[in-house]
Every structure is written in structure tokens, then in C-alpha cells.
């Protein structure tokens, strides 16, 4: 059974640039959220993309968007970055209506550096 | 809007105790609430959840949930230096998104 992976593990870009990240789930998940973790703060849920439809949205401009796949695997995509985007970015996946209940199983981030 | 309140530590505690790390939180219907560990850039790693109020045990971990006063706990048993990490308090309701606390810092001390 494979894990959630995540690419890519690092990256830097320049204020006012787009990124894209990118989420592979965990095999026979369906369901994916992506969420932002500052230094020294709790993650902060972003949104959650079932059956490629974004089911659920956090507290985060329209500058981030997502697009989830046929196979499950997903992307966060943030436009015009600024510095305040600078973070861990971690994605999760899990069963529809098993997940939440038994938590998420996350991927091993993406540290984002916004400069 | 669900909070979910932790210390920010950092809390040490010497080889061989007990670690306790607490969490409150403002929403009466949260349903199911979750512990993970966090070291230091690495992505939080699920330890326990509960559900339902009392105590559950896993190894050196024990949950303990009081939903009237609001108040979540893990206890860490026989601590030890590879313990030291930054604790995570999550819960939701229902189907509903994970909301995460800010994270306690343990230090175990050797």
C-alpha cells in the first residue's frame, strides 16, 4: 500500500510568481485536502477536493486553487505569491466518510519559500 | 468558527515521566478528536484519536477526553528523549474538515 507522496519537497520562488504543488494519495483514497502550516502554528485547512470537485473550502483567498484528477492525485496551486505564503503545504488523503473519522494520514509536505 | 486552544510550551519533562499535554476547545459538537506528532520539519504523524469520553490506551499513550468541560489530553508514559516534538491537538464533527491546534513543544530532557 502506498503512501501520500508530495513533489516537490522544497521550492523557492519570487513574490508576485505562480507555483504549482502536487499530491499523489494513498491507494483506494478518494478524497484529498490540502493544508497550510506556518512556522510555529497548527495546520490551516485550505480546501478538499472529492470526485474532483472542491467540497469544502478554508479561510483562503481565490489566488489558491486546486484541481483534483481522475486518479485521485491532486494540485494546489497559488497565484501572485506574497511573502505571508512562505509555509509547510501539506496534503492528505483519505476514504470519503472514513477519513474524518479516523484521521488523515498526510504526505511529507512541501516547503514553499516565498522571497 | 471552531478553536482548539494548546500551550505553546515548551513543556520538558526528565526521562522516565509522565508527560501530559493539553488541549481545550470551543465547538460542543465536535465528535472525534485526534493527537498527532510533529518533529521539527517533518509533517505531523497521527498518535491516537477518541471519541468518546474517558480514557483510551495505546502503548505508552493515553487519550482522555471530558467532553463537558471541553478538554482533550494525551499522556505520555515513561518518556523519552525521541518524544521530544511539537504535539498537535485536531478535532471536527461529523465529516468535517480536521481544525488543529497551534501545537505544544515537549522537550524530553536525558
Not at chain 1, 484529498?32 to 473550502?57: D, K, M
Not at chain 1, 511573502?83 to 498526510?106: K, R
Not at chain 2, 491537538?89 to 536525558?110: D, E, Y
Request: include cysteine; charge should be neutral.
Amino acid at each position: 500500500e502506498t503512501g501520500v507522496t508530495q513533489s516537490p519537497t522544497h521550492l523557492i520562488k519570487t513574490r508576485g510568481q505562480q507555483v504549482t504543488l502536487r499530491c499523489s494519495s494513498q491507494s483506494g483514497h478518494n478524497t484529498v485536502s490540502w493544508y497550510q502550516q506556518a512556522l510555529g502554528q497548527g495546520p490551516q485547512f485550505i480546501f478538499q477536493y472529492y470526485r474532483e470537485e472542491e467540497n469544502g473550502r478554508g479561510n483562503f483567498p481565490p489566488r489558491f486553487s486546486g484541481l483534483q484528477f481522475p486518479n485521485y492525485s491532486s494540485e494546489l496551486n497559488v497565484n501572485a505569491l506574497e511573502l505571508d505564503d512562505s509555509a509547510l503545504y501539506l496534503c492528505a488523503s483519505s476514504l470519503a466518510g472514513q477519513g474524518a473519522s479516523y484521521g488523515y494520514t498526510f504526505g511529507s509536505g512541501t516547503r514553499l519559500t516565498v522571497v | 468558527q471552531k478553536e482548539v486552544e494548546q500551550n505553546s510550551g515548551p513543556l520538558s519533562v526528565p526521562e522516565g515521566a509522565i508527560a501530559s499535554l493539553n488541549c481545550t476547545y470551543s465547538d460542543r459538537g465536535s465528535q472525534s478528536f485526534f493527537w498527532y506528532r510533529q518533529y521539527s520539519g517533518k509533517s505531523p504523524e497521527l498518535i491516537m484519536f477518541i471519541y468518546s469520553n474517558g480514557d483510551k490506551e495505546d502503548g505508552r499513550f493515553t487519550a482522555q477526553l471530558n467532553k463537558a468541560s471541553q478538554y482533550v489530553s494525551l499522556l505520555i508514559r515513561d518518556s523519552q528523549p525521541s518524544d521530544s516534538a511539537t504535539y498537535l491537538c485536531a478535532l471536527n464533527s461529523g465529516n468535517t474538515p480536521l481544525v488543529f491546534g497551534k501545537g505544544t513543544r515537549l522537550s524530553v530532557i536525558a
